[in-house]
């Protein structure tokens, strides 16, 4: 069964950054958000197994599948190959998965984040393609597909041993064109080539590019004073064709509100805004920035309990405003609750689960140079 890419919502509701309250989801806030979605006419819904601890799938049981009638909305989830230590555990997940959102099926099923090595190997070794397809026969699953943060090489290798393949979701943003080791531009054109339907993920860089230096903010308010600086990184892909659906991990009314807003009578990129976007890039590529999008995956394993994402926007804040308090002041309640920088034992656990493929280790100890260095004293 193809895909109507005509008939999916241009914006996706990405479930991995949810709204908490006391450390753990809100679920009246989500509630609420939830309902803004649906009644814009929006019904795409993105989770995983591992999204919030396992809590993101139960969220959207009770904030989504309970309220609202089955035929109304379209979920996806993951399969997550790291959670997989034997074949059943393929089944076993699944059937795990099924329970937490209390559905009978998903819309929509991805292998987790394939990339070179493990990742992969083990969707391999434990013929998940072939399992999913099966499930997909029984009516388990109504659409099969992947994400992807490897490279180009390895993607074409995959479409050419997995026709069945029905869509791919790929992080992609202005910001990433050019990124060396994302190499967006290359996989987007790829699977636009063989015309793969694309959803994207990470459109707005993990807000990097909701949140930027004021004069570099201007130039984008001078074009269009009345958009966010948000919606400029999401129109950029929804003008692009052979995108399907664009995910936004939103946590909050306001940031639904506007995206809700960018894709209502959405007005594609012009000409001269496409090289405004350009113009901008150049600029954000001159600034000293740790690319992280707080995905978070680094956290769970943590032996340290640090919360590597907090302490590098710490970082880049400070990059970017040196003599602001606020960052420190930020850093020194986050360690409350949050081991120091200088804590990482080096282990490499987050690098290994890093979407980014970030050197977390150096810029750990970077950041304990930074922020837990103490101050000489007076002489």
Request: with cysteine; glycine share 6%.
């Amino acid at each position: 069964m193809s895909i109507d890419l005509k008939s999916m919502p241009k914006l996706g509701f990405g479930l991995m950054r949810l709204p908490e309250k006391d450390g753990v989801i809100d679920h009246e806030h989500v509630c609420r958000m939830v309902d803004s979605y649906m009644k814009s006419g929006l019904n795409y819904f993105d989770t995983a197994y591992i999204y919030h601890g396992g809590k993101s799938e139960v969220a959207i049981r009770e904030a989504l599948v309970k309220r609202y009638p089955r035929e109304s909305f379209m979920v996806a989830t993951k399969l997550p190959a790291w959670e997989m230590k034997k074949q059943e555990d393929v089944e076993r997940i699944f059937n795990e998965q099924l329970e937490r959102m209390g559905v009978d099926y998903f819309d929509f099923y991805l292998l987790h984040s394939i990339e070179e090595g493990s990742n992969y190997e083990l969707h391999e070794k434990y013929n998940s393609f072939e399992w999913c397809m099966k499930r997909k026969a029984e009516g388990k699953i109504k659409h099969f597909g992947f994400s992807f943060h490897g490279s180009p090489e390895l993607l074409v290798e995959i479409l050419d041993k997995h026709p069945e393949v029905e869509f791919v979701q790929i992080q992609l943003n202005y910001l990433d064109r050019s990124n060396p080791v994302v190499r967006s531009q290359s996989l987007y054109e790829i699977l636009f080539k063989r015309k793969i339907p694309i959803i994207v993920m990470e459109p707005v860089r993990g807000g990097m590019l909701a949140n930027m230096a004021p004069e570099i903010e201007a130039k984008f308010k001078a074009r269009q004073p009345n958009k966010s600086v948000a919606s400029w990184a999401l129109r950029f892909v929804a003008s692009l064709p052979g995108i399907m659906t664009i995910l936004s991990g939103m946590s909050n009314d306001e940031q639904m509100k506007d995206n809700i807003s960018t894709f209502t009578n959405f007005e594609p990129l012009a000409a001269d805004e496409f090289d405004l976007v350009d113009e901008v890039t150049k600029d954000l590529l001159s600034m000293p920035q740790i690319g992280c999008t707080g995905c978070k995956y680094c956290c769970d394993g943590c032996p340290q309990k640090i919360s590597i994402p907090d302490i590098f926007r710490t970082i880049n804040t400070l990059r970017r405003y040196p003599d602001d308090w606020r960052s420190k002041m930020f850093y020194s309640g986050l360690i409350q609750r949050s081991g120091k920088a200088s804590d990482c034992i080096a282990c490499g656990q987050c690098e290994g689960v890093c979407p980014q493929h970030l050197p977390i280790i150096k810029y750990m100890k970077e950041a304990a140079e930074i922020l837990d260095k103490p101050k000489e004293s007076a002489s």
